[in-house]
């Protein structure tokens, strides 16, 4: 899929409840007792424990469709009754596993995405949710859309965050576009914690423009994904607060989030970064940004670099570029 775009071209509540009190008691409801303190409390009794062995095959298989091989593992051994249960989601993770050997051609196993796309179907047969996610991609890059949506769907209804935000770009990329339903899905998957859809949520509400509630709802999911590490959501709330757009303008908070975008390889960031630098005067650093950028492919980087090269001595230069030269980016989602 295609999912290079970020700017926008023109054009809690606790998890715990508890029982209302009634309010219409008055103090003769509660007959007043004298009570005898006494040293020690008297036996409780246990609760009574939910007996959570007798759920249903088909329900287990439900909610642990999207679990990992640890939770997995973990689930099988609470009772025998649900290590029954789950064996074909087990079979399932072992399927996974081979078909991302296949894929990938890792650990000794040759590419191969025919055998690959057979042990995701294989795995999606037997509840696995992860697996219809995988089987979806192979579908929707050979151009059988069909599938994998009907796949992606499947997977979705069935709770996996992924799934609900691959179904829900499927629907934006798909002629004609459903936006409906794509917004649909990716709320669900936003609210899910995924952050990919929380930022593509953000840049279909941006897009789409029109009303201010829009703005502010599309900066809300850009802050939501770059808090939780999407780079380009981070150089898009930086752009939010440069141009004041769904939030007050603020230079120094614009910096920050350019910076941390730079710093985990968006080559945009590293750019505009670079620029901020050279007008600060700090040409060391400027240089450092814009050789980065240059390296990345931004067109506009090689000019102003070139224009700091020559302001720079030869030692100057030299440092700068071994610090490019040693650069790595920091970890990013």
């Known amino acids: 899929m295609n999912n290079n775009q970020t700017w926008p071209c023109t054009s809690s509540s606790s998890p715990f409840s508890s029982f209302p009190l009634p309010t219409n008691l008055t103090t003769s409801d509660y007959p007043s007792r004298s009570v005898r303190l006494c040293s020690r409390l008297p036996p409780s009794k246990p609760p009574e424990q939910a007996d959570f062995s007798s759920l249903p095959y088909d329900v ?5 469709s ?21 064996r ?36 999606a047969a037997r509840g696995s949710t992860l697996a219809m996610v995988d089987a979806g991609l192979i579908y929707w890059e050979r151009g059988e859309k069909v599938k994998a949506l009907d796949l992606y769907l499947m997977a979705a209804q069935l709770g996996n ?22 917004l649909k899905w990716l709320y669900k998957a936003s609210k899910g ?68 975008a730079a710093d985990r390889g968006h080559s945009k960031a590293q750019f505009e970064h670079g620029l ?22 931004e067109k506009g980087a090689p000019h102003v670099k070139n224009v700091i090269v020559h302001r720079l001595s030869a030692a100057s230069r030299n440092h700068a570029m071994l610090l490019a030269d040693s650069w790595r980016a ?3 989602n």
């Open 60 to 64: 287990l298989n439900k909610i642990a």
């Open 66 to 86: 999207s679990f990992d091989q640890p939770n997995l593992q973990s689930a099988s051994l609470v009772c025998r009754s649900w290590s029954e249960a789950l």
């Open 88 to 123: 074909p989601l087990r079979e399932a993770m072992t399927m996974l596993m081979w078909g991302k050997r296949f894929k990938h051609g890792k650990r000794g196993v040759r590419q191969n995405i025919e055998k690959a796309l057979d042990m995701f179907t294989k795995a």
């Open 161 to 182: 965050s992924s799934a609900q935000c691959n179904l829900g770009i499927s629907y934006l990329q798909v002629e004609p576009p459903n936006t409906e339903q794509a």
């Open 193 to 260: 914690g995924n952050i990919r859809a929380q930022y593509q949520l953000a840049l279909c509400l941006h897009r789409d423009g029109g009303s201010k509630s829009n703005i502010r709802e599309a900066v809300k999911w850009y802050m939501k994904a770059a808090e939780g590490g999407y780079v380009r959501a981070m150089y898009n709330i930086s752009l939010c607060y440069s141009f004041g757009e769904g939030l007050s303008r603020n230079h120094q908070v614009a910096r920050k989030w350019m910076k941390r």
């Open 276 to 297: 901020a630098l050279y007008s600060e005067g700090d040409m060391i650093k400027a240089l450092v940004y814009l050789e980065l950028a240059s390296r990345a492919g």
């Open 330 to 332: 920091l970890p990013s």
